[in-house]
C-alpha cells in the first residue's frame, strides 16, 4: 500500500487566487495531506523581479473580473476589500503565530475575500480578533514577535529556493504547481504520476529560454 501523498501549499492573504484555492482544497482526494506554507507575496515577486496582477494597469480590470467570474462559477462568497494590493504582513504572521490549523487560515482569507475587510481598519481588526479570542494587546504581542517574523521570512526564502514564483503555489512530488486553475492539473498528477513522461509533457520541458521571438 502506497504511502499517502503531501501537498505543500504556499500562499498569502493578499492574493484573491490563493483565496478561491482556500475554498477548493476539499477537492483534493481525502487521504492527500495539506501542508500550509504562509508566504510573503511581495519577497516572491521581488526575486524574480516581476509585479502582481494588480499593480499592472490594463491587467487589474480583467484580474477582478475574472476573480468575480471564478467565485460565481464555483460558488465561493465574494465581497473586495476595500483597497488592493494591501499590506499583508498582519495577517500572515498572526496565522503564523497561532499554528498550523486549518481553520486559521480559513477565517483569515475569509475576512479578506468573503467579508471585505481590512486589518488596516480598527473596527474590522477588533471584530476579527474577538472571533480569535483574542484581545489587541495579545495579537499585537503575537504580530511582533520575532518567532512569527523569522518564520515568515525563512518560508519565504525556503518557497524561493524551491522554485515557487507566484501564490497559489503548490509542491507535490517536488513539482511545482501554480495557481487556482492549477487543481484539476495537481489531480491529474495525482492519478497519473507518469504524467510528465508524456511526449507532450517533454517537449514542453525542452522549450529554451533563448528562442528569438519576432
Given at each position: 500500500?502506497s504511502?499517502?501523498?503531501?501537498?505543500e501549499?504556499?500562499?498569502d492573504?493578499?492574493s484573491?487566487?490563493?483565496?478561491l484555492?482556500s475554498q477548493?482544497?476539499d477537492?483534493?482526494?481525502?487521504?492527500?495531506?495539506?501542508?500550509r506554507?504562509?508566504?510573503?507575496?511581495?519577497?516572491i515577486?521581488?526575486?524574480?523581479?516581476?509585479?502582481g496582477?494588480?499593480?499592472?494597469a490594463?491587467?487589474?480590470?480583467?484580474?477582478y473580473?475574472?476573480?468575480?467570474w471564478?467565485?460565481?462559477?464555483?460558488?465561493i462568497?465574494?465581497?473586495?476589500?476595500?483597497?488592493?494590493?494591501?499590506?499583508?504582513?498582519?495577517?500572515?504572521?498572526?496565522?503564523?503565530?497561532?499554528g498550523?490549523?486549518?481553520s486559521i487560515?480559513?477565517?483569515?482569507?475569509?475576512f479578506?475575500?468573503a467579508?471585505?475587510?481590512?486589518?488596516?481598519?480598527?473596527?474590522?481588526?477588533?471584530s476579527?480578533?474577538?472571533?480569535?479570542?483574542?484581545?489587541?494587546k495579545?495579537?499585537?504581542d503575537?504580530?511582533?514577535?520575532?518567532d512569527?517574523?523569522?518564520r515568515l521570512?525563512a518560508?519565504t526564502?525556503?518557497?524561493?529556493?524551491?522554485?515557487?514564483?507566484g501564490?497559489?503555489?503548490?509542491?507535490?512530488?517536488?513539482e511545482?504547481?501554480?495557481g487556482?486553475d492549477?487543481?484539476?492539473?495537481?489531480?491529474?498528477?495525482?492519478?497519473?504520476?507518469?504524467?510528465?513522461?508524456r511526449?507532450?509533457?517533454r517537449?514542453?520541458?525542452?522549450?529554451?529560454?533563448?528562442?528569438?521571438?519576432?
Amino acid at each position: 500500500m502506497s504511502e499517502p501523498k503531501t501537498i505543500e501549499w504556499f500562499y498569502d492573504f493578499i492574493s484573491p487566487y490563493a483565496y478561491l484555492a482556500s475554498q477548493t482544497l476539499d477537492r483534493f482526494p481525502a487521504d492527500v495531506r495539506i501542508m500550509r506554507r504562509p508566504i510573503l507575496f511581495a519577497g516572491i515577486l521581488k526575486q524574480w523581479e516581476t509585479r502582481g496582477p494588480g499593480e499592472i494597469a490594463p491587467m487589474r480590470k480583467f484580474t477582478y473580473r475574472q476573480i468575480a467570474w471564478l467565485a460565481e462559477k464555483n460558488t465561493i462568497p465574494l465581497k473586495f476589500p476595500p483597497l488592493h494590493p494591501f499590506n499583508p504582513l498582519k495577517l500572515l504572521r498572526l496565522n503564523i503565530a497561532l499554528g498550523d490549523d486549518p481553520s486559521i487560515a480559513d477565517r483569515l482569507f475569509r475576512f479578506v475575500w468573503a467579508e471585505g475587510k481590512s486589518s488596516d481598519n480598527p473596527a474590522d481588526w477588533a471584530s476579527l480578533l474577538d472571533d480569535l479570542g483574542l484581545d489587541s494587546k495579545q495579537a499585537a504581542d503575537l504580530v511582533s514577535a520575532p518567532d512569527a517574523k523569522s518564520r515568515l521570512i525563512a518560508n519565504t526564502e525556503q518557497a524561493i529556493s524551491r522554485g515557487i514564483f507566484g501564490v497559489p503555489g503548490f509542491i507535490l512530488d517536488e513539482e511545482v504547481f501554480w495557481g487556482f486553475d492549477s487543481m484539476p492539473f495537481i489531480n491529474d498528477y495525482l492519478q497519473d504520476p507518469a504524467l510528465f513522461n508524456r511526449p507532450a509533457m517533454r517537449q514542453a520541458d525542452g522549450v529554451g529560454e533563448g528562442i528569438k521571438r519576432g
